[in-house]
């Protein structure tokens, strides 16, 4: 291993650090004119480094997206240094359950109608892998 290498497990745990602490997310999907489509996301809930959980609105261009490609990749930045890539394939779920899962008071601003709310959507992004690289130049990759 050379020495600005991460083994898989702490790239992983720093991934983890990074993904709980990010405010805003990018995530890219394949978008139907063939490039792939950025957008800001806000992280609702992070399984550490497994699984990420966010909320769209059902007209959304993603659920389009993710219909037809269910792969996506998400960024995210520490606000000290570091940054970490994540790949998978992202879940678009409208039931009940996930909603409970996801459902904060804030996001009441959004969607009135609560976690109820027809328009509300939940996706489930499942990590398959990810990447992290520290400020000093230091980069690890892991699979779940």
Known sequence: MKTNELKAEEAKAKTE???AGAKV???ATNGSHGHPNVRAMSTVKA?????????TDAGSSKVAELASDGKAVVYA????GGE???????????????RKVVWRNE?????????????????RFNVANGVYCSKAG???EFKN
């Open 107 to 123: 996001l009441a601003e959004h969607f009135p109608g609560g976690a109820s709310s027809p328009e509300l959507r939940v996706l």
């Open 47 to 55: 399984d550490g480094a497994d699984v990420l959980w966010f909320v």
């Open 17 to 19: 650090r990074v993904l």
């Open 25 to 27: 997310v990018y995530m």
């Open 84 to 98: 970490c890539r994540v790949w998978g394939s992202v879940d678009v779920l409208d039931d009940d359950a996930s």
């Open 138 to 140: 230091k980069k690890g």
């Open 77 to 80: 930045e520490a606000s000290r």
